[in-house]
């Protein structure tokens, strides 16, 4: 037994993986032609798995502020915000974050995937209960387990079982930690919000709501669903990435507690690792006054996902839930949806291959993300591949 030996296992999916020529978790763009379009394997492709929701990475002024800041700031923080300092960016970015919410405060951290990492692992400890929809994304759970919380999964998207397994904490209830997506990354399906909220006010408890799919997507500014459903009071903390609408990279925490700030000091996922550079600050700054600006674009957004939507729809694919920017398509196995996948590629359109454990139930899932850049005639074309590849009953 070598340390490398619990490798194998992968070693052979992988190799399963490349029977079909192109690794799917390793594909190559080899050219970035716009926020919809890419080179693959030489071919002219458009690209409906980006997460690119309101195709803000080759905004005009969202490239201006970063190339500003460069020049003036440098490539890089080169370390931490509590060693090295924090440049007047971070801090602005965090004002502004917190103003776009209506909200006392907010941290900055270097990915989505920290922001949870640093806040739930800072929050809860192990005295500390956590429910956790059982969709939540990985880096909640990685949260929780780095807090090393006592963490309760209740069923997805089902107020009632939150309800029930509330109940049976008894007093412990108003301590305990609610963490919920507010559009789920795989099947794109929105939650219960209000209902949850209502089982918060009826057992308390605090909620953290990640808006990571939600952010630019919903809400009047484009907040996300809490703000759609006019429940951001009612949410104690709201986190969210500038990696998918924002067209950046980096994450965030804003809330209305005091206690908010001392989470800096105590997060080793914030303090332990160096804070975004300056140029990633500047573009996130300018694509947060786009997004709130943004109706048109959600409008865009949104009809592109209808479009989609629909038309998978009326092909008879099964899809994973209600129209939202990720549309997912059910495949019962997995060596069926690994070729789907490729047979896509190959007509021009690159979306996700997700399969377990990443996804809910097993599921085997081809998952597409619409943007508000798509023209109609992408949508199309996407729509078109898989017309083509219409598995015959
Ligand atoms: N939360 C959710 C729900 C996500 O889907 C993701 C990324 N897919 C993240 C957090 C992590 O965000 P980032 O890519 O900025 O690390």
Same mark, same amino acid.
Request: glycine share 10%; net charge negative; charged share 20%.
């Given at each position: 037994?070598?340390?490398?030996?619990?490798?194998?296992?992968?070693?052979?999916?992988?190799?399963?993986?490349?029977?079909?020529?192109?690794?799917?978790?390793?594909?190559?763009?080899?050219?970035?032609?716009?926020?919809?379009?890419?080179?693959?394997?030489?071919?002219?492709?458009?690209?409906?798995?980006?997460?690119?929701?309101?195709?803000?990475?080759?905004?005009?002024?969202?490239?201006?502020?970063?190339?500003?800041?460069?020049?003036?700031?440098?490539?890089?923080?080169?370390?931490?915000?509590?060693?090295?300092?924090?440049?007047?960016?971070?801090?602005?970015?965090?004002?502004?974050?917190?103003?776009?919410?209506?909200?006392?405060?907010?941290?900055?951290?270097?990915?989505?995937?920290?922001?949870? *990492? !640093?806040? #739930?692992?800072?929050?809860? $400890?192990?005295?500390?209960?956590? &429910?956790?929809?059982? /969709?939540?994304?990985?880096? +909640?759970?990685?949260?929780?387990?780095?807090?090393?919380?006592?963490?309760?999964?209740?069923?997805?998207?089902?107020?009632?079982?939150?309800?029930?397994?509330?109940?049976?904490?008894?007093?412990?209830?108003?301590?305990?930690?609610?963490?919920?997506?507010?559009?789920?990354?795989?099947?794109?399906?929105?939650?219960?919000?209000?209902?949850?909220v209502d089982v918060k006010r009826q057992y308390?408890?605090?909620?953290?709501?990640?808006?990571?799919?939600? *952010? !630019?997507? #919903?809400?009047?500014?484009? $907040?996300?669903?809490?703000?759609? &459903?006019?429940?951001? /009071?009612?949410?104690?903390? +709201?986190?969210?990435?500038?990696?998918?609408?924002?067209?950046?990279?980096?994450?965030?925490?804003?809330?209305?507690?005091?206690?908010?700030?001392?989470?800096?000091?105590?997060?080793?996922?914030?303090?332990?690792?160096?804070?975004?550079?300056?140029?990633?600050?500047?573009?996130?700054?300018?694509?947060?006054?786009?997004?709130?600006?943004?109706?048109?674009?959600?409008?865009?957004?949104?009809?592109?996902?209808?479009?989609?939507?629909?038309?998978?729809?009326?092909?008879?694919?099964?899809?994973?839930?209600?129209?939202?920017?990720?549309?997912?398509?059910?495949?019962?196995?997995?060596?069926?949806?690994?070729?789907?996948?490729?047979?896509?590629?190959?007509?021009?359109?690159?979306?996700?291959?997700?399969?377990?454990?990443?996804?809910?139930?097993?599921?085997?899932?081809?998952?597409?993300?619409?943007?508000?850049a798509h023209t109609s005639e992408q949508i199309?074309?996407?729509?078109?591949?898989?017309?083509?590849?219409?598995?015959?009953?």
């Amino acid at each position: 037994m070598s340390i490398f030996s619990k490798f194998d296992a992968l070693a052979a999916n992988r190799r399963d993986l490349e029977t079909i020529g192109i690794n799917p978790f390793d594909v190559q763009i080899e050219t970035i032609v716009s926020p919809t379009e890419g080179i693959i394997q030489g071919r002219h492709t458009i690209l409906a798995g980006t997460n690119n929701y309101l195709g803000l990475t080759f905004d005009p002024e969202c490239i201006a502020a970063a190339q500003t800041a460069l020049r003036y700031e440098g490539t890089g923080t080169t370390g931490s915000r509590m060693a090295n300092g924090s440049y007047s960016g971070h801090r602005n970015l965090e004002k502004e974050l917190a103003a776009f919410y209506g909200k006392r405060d907010s941290i900055v951290f270097s990915t989505g995937y920290l922001a949870n *990492l !640093g806040m #739930l692992s800072t929050l809860v $400890g192990p005295n500390d209960r956590v &429910l956790l929809d059982a /969709d939540c994304h990985a880096s +909640i759970y990685d949260g929780c387990r780095l807090g090393r919380a006592q963490t309760i999964r209740f069923r997805h998207n089902n107020p009632d079982d939150l309800a029930k397994r509330l109940q049976r904490l008894g007093e412990q209830a108003a301590d305990t930690l609610i963490l919920i997506e507010g559009v789920y990354s795989m099947l794109g399906d929105h939650a219960l919000l209000k209902e949850i909220v209502d089982v918060k006010r009826q057992y308390g408890g605090y909620l953290l709501v990640d808006e990571a799919h939600s *952010l !630019g997507v #919903l809400g009047q500014h484009g $907040g996300g669903l809490a703000e759609e &459903l006019g429940l951001l /009071d009612d949410v104690d903390f +709201i986190v969210g990435t500038f990696s998918k609408s924002l067209g950046g990279a980096g994450g965030f925490c804003v809330s209305n507690h005091v206690e908010l700030d001392l989470i800096r000091y105590a997060s080793r996922p914030y303090v332990f690792t160096a804070s975004p550079s300056p140029v990633t600050i500047a573009s996130t700054r300018q694509a947060l006054r786009a997004l709130s600006a943004g109706s048109d674009l959600r409008k865009k957004l949104h009809e592109n996902a209808v479009s989609l939507h629909s038309k998978l729809e009326a092909l008879g694919y099964p899809l994973g839930a209600e129209a939202s920017p990720v549309i997912a398509v059910v495949f019962d196995d997995k060596i069926k949806a690994l070729q789907f996948w490729n047979n896509l590629l190959q007509l021009g359109v690159y979306v996700n291959l997700m399969l377990p454990p990443a996804t809910p139930n097993g599921m085997f899932l081809i998952r597409c993300s619409v943007s508000a850049a798509h023209t109609s005639e992408q949508i199309d074309r996407i729509v078109a591949a898989f017309e083509r590849l219409k598995p015959t009953a």
